[in-house]
């Protein structure tokens, strides 16, 4: 499928004008960023993997009623999807206390959660996106009324009941996620649609017995073996096969060689 225009460079994906008006190409780069950017690396194959995991949630939680902004994977890097109008808003769903909510509020690593916790960022370089209020977020514009944030705030419950339940039947503690939405108009009506990704960048992802952390952490905190911490995930979800690596994923599983000797 031909890319259009480059629309959008981020972080970890490249956003280029799709083949229909209303519809972009998602590229899945291999870039991992953190703490806004000062820390910068290539982590080979995150893309590809991203893409497959990314791919995964989206279309099971197009099959509960979450309307995604995911038309379908195109090839190991690039996803058909809708292009949307972002709300400025990063929803972060926690089920247990970690990363900046310890440090800022002082409340051991590892606390579980008594009720998931939905709190709320101005998506903002610059800033280094800041936590913001509800209030802030209508003063602002940023969503357009509270039913709407309402709204979308129910959407967020249901893909953390729906992911956290997903995760547990593969050995996976859903410790907290990002999530981004935003708005199109599809046959004549405004929309609200779930958009960017769900996958090991935005998730933090612990095993049920160890709590390995199998999530971008291990790039943050310098924790190694990145790549084989996203395979494991998507080999628990069934994505890829038990025996495959990386290459495998990036260029399909070789073919058995028959080797038999002359006599
Ligand atoms: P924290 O606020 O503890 O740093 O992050 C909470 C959760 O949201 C983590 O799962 C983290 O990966 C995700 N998250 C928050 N902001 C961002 C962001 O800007 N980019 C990505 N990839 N994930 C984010």
Redesign the pocket.
């Known amino acids: 499928m031909n890319k259009g225009k480059k629309i959008y460079e981020g972080?970890?994906k490249i956003l280029y004008e799709g083949p229909e008006k209303g519809t972009a190409i998602q590229h899945f780069k291999d870039d991992a960023t953190a703490f806004?950017n000062i820390k910068k690396a290539t982590v080979e194959g995150k893309g590809v993997l991203n893409n497959r995991i990314s791919e995964h949630i989206l279309n099971n939680l197009n099959q509960i009623g979450i309307r995604t902004h995911l038309i379908k994977r195109l090839n190991m890097r690039e996803q058909l999807v809708r292009l949307v109008n972002v709300m400025p808003v990063?929803f972060?769903?926690?089920n247990i206390a970690?990363?900046?909510?310890?440090?800022r509020l002082g409340i051991p690593d590892g606390t579980i959660l008594s009720k998931p916790l939905i709190?709320y960022?101005y998506?903002n370089d610059e800033l280094g996106?800041p936590?913001v209020a509800r209030e802030h977020i209508l003063e602002f514009n940023w969503i357009k009324n509270e039913k709407e944030l309402d709204l979308i705030n129910n959407y967020c419950l249901r893909i953390n009941d729906f992911m956290q339940g997903m995760f547990r039947g593969v050995g996976i503690k859903l410790?907290?996620?990002?999530l981004e939405f935003g708005k199109t108009n599809i046959d004549g009506t405004e929309t609200i649609l779930l958009a960017d990704?769900i996958?090991p960048?935005?998730?933090?992802l612990w095993d049920v017995v160890s709590e390995k952390k199998l999530?971008?952490?291990r790039f943050r905190k310098d924790l190694g073996n990145i790549i084989q911490a996203y395979q494991e995930v998507a080999r628990r979800l069934g994505i890829i096969h038990e025996e495959s690596n990386i290459s495998e994923v990036k260029f399909g599983k070789p073919k058995a060689v028959n080797i038999t000797k002359k006599k």
């Open positions: 972080k970890a806004n990063e972060i769903v926690r970690t990363g900046s909510l310890t440090k709190e960022s998506k996106d936590l410790v907290d996620f990002k990704e996958s960048d935005t998730c933090r999530d971008k952490d």
